[in-house]
């Protein structure tokens, strides 16, 4: 009786593989097809850009264009340094990116923590508007902020840029903390509730301790987002006050010609902050993500 | 300030207030003030208003909105469904066991993570009439005999901001499924293998399933951001030629901040935010049945 359960175990265990090895080596090989052509598609325009940034200008407006560099310059990078326009974008950027991350992050900590660890009346139906919120149309919420910052004469200011950037960022930090502050148990602020602790040193010394990194996280996404946005910070500022897409826009297109290896060695380095925070927020990705909308 | 004495729901509103009343000041009250301009004869620049009661609602249903509907239905069907396709291939490929898949996730995830605007610059130089690189290689290759306007047409303008938007979202969408087929036990494939079932068969019957929620989820969220994206469009085309490629987000900037129409591009806004309120009311039931 036992032999022959034992064999029958073995055999349809063969059969599984013999069934499998024709199978997965088709499925491999349909793998490998798919990564390389959405490779090619993916890759492609990355690698364009980069070459077109240490191409020579008279190569690069040749045609048709040699796809593998026989010339390699640092002219273009060199221009940008010597910028001085670039270069203020560069600081408004990195001063408006960074305090938008800062207030996002404390300002949606205490929201957060109000939604992960109470409940209460009304709870719901606010964290489905704090979601919703980011869905509303940017451009229509524009107009109005034009108007609303107009009237209070904060247009043109940096404070017009981070209040508007704080549209997206808080909903999507508040989001994310929620998620973070779910992780933190609840038995610790209870223990310190015991110990004689008020609810806001428990906040203060157990919770946000506690989930420092994930305030990290939040706060890195913040700054991408703002440091990624255009409509906003094409339309609220003053050209002293804007960031480096808009201000890209401004120094580069719409002119006779444009130096498109110049501008792709501007696009390169504003890329290069945001691909290095995304280094470190590979493993909070997913969850950033569904905690509610990074891209827009 | 003493807060020993509160109950937990007030204390928790407390801690609320610095956020809901950034939340009212920036988000509602904004948002509430367009859809009450949309009844107003209003400029951008010059202060006043007069009331117009539906007129700038009847100009707008009589004239932009239903090619803007149909641009904006366009790109977004498009720019959704051609990325979660090349998403889920992708996503499939990463999970079926081949070597060095975490190192090509990460790789892939590149063109989602450089910022927007560098995304249409770059796109908007491989699509260069004279010198782009498009040109270039399908010149090359043979597939076409003389340089191609591609933004300067009106069909191959919108398939060109389709294709852009493509490229910044397939990762996203790579990475939300990937996760979703990486939750899925292995048991399941294994016993339909015993049971005899193929690979399509298995696919079908219980990858599919087992995918339903999160690709529906996806496709939801892609779908609500795509009906109202505005940098690739407006620096690759800036809705041309011809309003081609002009979207609410475009058509409402452009009436806003080039017409100067306050009234008009409320009022545009306004029907185009009633659209995007089912899709969120969508979203929102979606989301509550998958955390209860």
Not at chain 1, 42 to 51: D, E, I, K
Not at chain 2, 87 to 97: D, I, Q, R, T, V
Request: aromatic share 14%; proline share 5%.
């Amino acid at each position: 009786m036992t032999a022959t359960l034992t064999r029958t175990a073995t055999v349809s265990r063969r059969q599984v593989k013999a069934r499998r090895r024709p199978d997965q080596v088709r499925s491999r090989l349909a793998a490998w097809i798919a990564v390389v052509l959405i490779g090619l598609f993916g890759m492609l325009p990355v690698y364009w850009l980069v070459a077109t940034a240490f191409t020579p200008d008279d190569r690069a407006f040749s045609f048709p264009p040699s796809l593998f560099p026989t010339e390699i310059t640092f002219d273009h990078f060199a221009n940008l340094a010597e910028n001085e326009q670039l270069f203020g974008y560069l600081v408004n950027s990195v001063i408006v990116s960074v305090v938008t991350a800062v207030l996002s992050v404390v300002i949606s900590a205490y929201m957060a923590y109000a939604f992960s660890k109470f409940r209460y009346r009304g709870r719901k139906s606010l964290m489905h508007l704090v979601l919703a919120s980011q869905m509303f149309p940017q451009a229509l919420l524009l107009v109005t902020l034009y108007a609303v910052f107009s009237a209070s004469g904060l247009l043109g200011s940096y404070t017009a840029l981070i209040l508007s950037f704080t549209t997206f960022t808080l909903p999507l930090c508040v989001w994310m903390l929620k998620g973070i502050f779910d992780t933190v148990p609840s038995s610790l602020m209870e223990a310190a509730a015991i110990d004689g602790a008020s609810r806001l040193r428990t906040l203060h010394q157990i919770a946000l301790p506690l989930a420092a990194p994930g305030l990290v996280a939040a706060g890195l996404f913040a700054f991408v987002r703002a440091w990624n946005d255009f409509v906003f910070a094409l339309t609220l500022t003053d050209p002293d006050r804007q960031t480096l897409p808009p201000g890209l826009v401004h120094t580069y297109l719409g002119e006779f010609q444009t130096a498109w290896p110049d501008l792709m060695a501007a696009s390169f380095v504003v890329s290069l902050p945001v691909i290095a925070a995304f280094m470190f927020l590979q493993r909070y990705l997913v969850g950033g993500l569904t905690a509610g909308a990074v891209k827009g | 300030m003493n807060t020993r004495k509160l109950s937990d729901g007030q204390f928790a509103w407390l801690l609320m207030i610095p956020g809901l009343a950034l939340f009212l000041a920036i988000i509602a009250y904004p948002l509430a003030s367009a859809l009450v301009t949309g009844f107003f004869e209003q400029s951008l620049v010059r202060p006043g208003r007069a009331f117009a009661g539906l007129s700038n609602f009847a100009d707008v249903l009589g004239g932009d909105f239903w090619p803007v509907l149909r641009n904006t239905l366009v790109f977004t069907i498009g720019a959704t469904l051609i990325p979660f396709v090349i998403g889920y291939a992708l996503a499939l490929a990463l999970n079926s066991g081949i070597r060095g898949s975490g190192f090509l996730r990460g790789l892939f995830l590149f063109p989602w993570v450089i910022p927007g605007v560098v995304v249409s610059f770059l796109w908007l130089w491989i699509f260069n009439a004279n010198y782009g690189v498009l040109n270039g290689v399908l010149m090359e290759l043979g597939f076409i005999e003389t340089t191609v306007s591609w933004l300067g047409q009106p069909v191959t303008a919108m398939i060109a901001v389709i294709v852009t938007k493509t490229w910044a979202s397939f990762p996203w969408m790579m990475v939300m499924l990937l996760a979703g087929l990486q939750t899925m036990p292995k048991e399941l494939h294994e016993a339909a293998s015993v049971d005899g079932a193929g690979a399509v068969r298995r696919f079908r019957s219980v990858t599919l399933p087992h995918m339903k929620g999160i690709a529906g989820i996806v496709l939801l969220l892609e779908f609500i951001w795509n009906f109202q994206h505005f940098d690739t469009i407006y620096v690759l085309t800036g809705g041309g030629p011809a309003g081609a490629t002009k979207t609410f987000a475009v058509a409402v900037y452009d009436t806003a901040f080039k017409g100067f129409d306050l009234g008009h591009a409320t009022a545009l806004g306004g029907l185009w935010m009633l659209l995007l309120l089912v899709l969120v009311a969508f979203y929102l039931r979606r989301e509550t049945k998958e955390r209860s």
